[in-house]
């Protein structure tokens, strides 16, 4: 977040002048609600904005479904829009989740060493 922000600053945002939206955190898949993924995303990003003061003008948050949501980065708009469950975008979640725990190939080779 604070990358995000710095990077902002860079491109002229005032930081005084932030203010935010908040969508997502919906428990999407069977079995999530043991670790509450959401509630933990949605605790932090709650608390992080409070911190830095930073005005939540609008949220959508937690929730047993996914969201598709379109910003108008000319206006400040946002549409949210609520979709239903699918078998096909739980599997794709399943893998996406399945390949963040998959370990990545390191490179391999000989190693010279030079004294």
């Known amino acids: 977040m604070e990358l995000l922000i710095t990077d902002m600053q ?5 930081r005084h002048r932030l203010q935010a939206k908040v969508f997502g ?14 509630e933990r995303n949605t605790d932090f990003i709650r608390s992080y904005l409070a ?16 969201r598709k949501v379109y910003f108008f980065t000319d206006s ?10 699918s ?4 599997q794709e979640e399943r893998a996406y989740r399945q390949r963040l725990h998959q370990p990545e190939e390191q490179p ?6 030079f004294i």
């Open 10 to 14: 860079k491109l002229g945002a005032q």
């Open 25 to 38: 955190a919906g428990n999407m898949l069977e079995g999530m609600s043991v670790v509450n993924i959401g």
């Open 51 to 66: 911190t830095e003061q930073i005005p939540v003008l609008a949220e959508d948050l937690l929730g047993n479904y996914a």
């Open 76 to 85: 400040g708009k946002v549409m949210v829009k609520k979709l239903k469950h």
């Open 87 to 90: 078998a096909t975008l739980e």
């Open 108 to 113: 391999g080779g000989d190693i010279d060493l």
